[in-house]
T-cell receptor
Framework: AQSVAQPEDQVNVAEGNPLTVKCTYS??????LFWYVQYPNRGLQFLLK??????LVKGSYGFEAEFNKSQTSFHLKKPSALVSDSALYFC???????????FGKGTTLSVSS | GAVVSQHPSWVICKSGTSVKIECRSL??????MFWYRQFPKQSLMLMAT?????????EQGVEKDKFLINHASLTLSTLTVTSAHPEDSSFYIC?????????????FGQGTRLTVV
């Protein structure tokens, strides 16, 4: 069975500092990995994905993520956090195209000015 | 890009009534749509997979008689919460899988905040 773990309920970082939001996954085949962001009472916005190719994936709003197969991780990173990055972040996985995504529990990112 | 529109964005209903939530793919056809439920500060839990022209597939523990899903066309799926109770209050989000070759990310509706009083 597929699963996603986001070990941190909340991540706090000061504006301008680098941020990391952790994600590990479990999937039987080759993983399709995604990061989404959610603002209060809104749907999910796609940030980035890893399907194949380079392990470092760059996405929207300056975010990037590194796929690490040996550690089964897909941590979200940004070199310099903005207050506007404060939101709820979800890591998600599926094992093939067209199937439903399985989400982690989410991590609240709080960026202070 | 591909757009999924969900309506209404919020609804308040009385206990015992039914509520219908619509999910439309605006610029692509979706033979499959997914319905998720999200409790406050929790993750999205897959409720069911909606299939155009056939019955929906429900996840374990989801009452199919309570959460009626109809995929009437290639651009519309509806979720009806029947005989709603306060415990059904939640945020419901629909999603359509990638609409074509080369696209791998799913697209999500804006979500519907249901409050049952």
């Amino acid at each position: 069975a597929q699963s996603v773990a986001q070990p941190e309920d909340q991540v706090n970082v000061a504006e301008g500092n680098p941020l990391t939001v952790k994600c590990t996954y479990s999937v039987s085949g080759n993983p399709y990995l995604f990061w989404y962001v959610q603002y209060p009472n809104r749907g999910l916005q796609f940030l980035l994905k890893y399907i194949t190719g380079d392990n470092l994936v760059k996405g929207s709003y300056g975010f990037e993520a590194e796929f690490n197969k040996s550690q089964t991780s897909f941590h979200l990173k940004k070199p310099s956090a903005l207050v506007s990055d404060s939101a709820l972040y979800f890591c998600a996985v599926r094992d093939q195209a067209g199937t439903a995504l399985i989400f982690g529990k989410g991590t609240t990112l709080s960026v202070s000015s | 890009g591909a757009v999924v529109s969900q309506h209404p964005s919020w609804v308040i209903c009385k206990s015992g009534t039914s509520v219908k939530i619509e999910c439309r793919s605006l610029d692509f056809q979706a033979t499959t749509m997914f319905w998720y439920r999200q409790f406050p500060k929790q993750s999205l839990m897959l409720m069911a997979t909606s299939n155009e022209g056939s019955k929906a597939t429900y996840e374990q523990g989801v009452e199919k008689d309570k959460f009626l899903i109809n995929h009437a066309s290639l651009t519309l799926s509806t979720l009806t919460v029947t005989s709603a109770h306060p415990e059904d209050s939640s945020f419901y989000i629909c999603s359509a899988p990638p609409p074509g070759r080369g696209r791998t990310e799913a697209f999500f509706g804006q979500g519907t905040r249901l409050t049952v009083v």
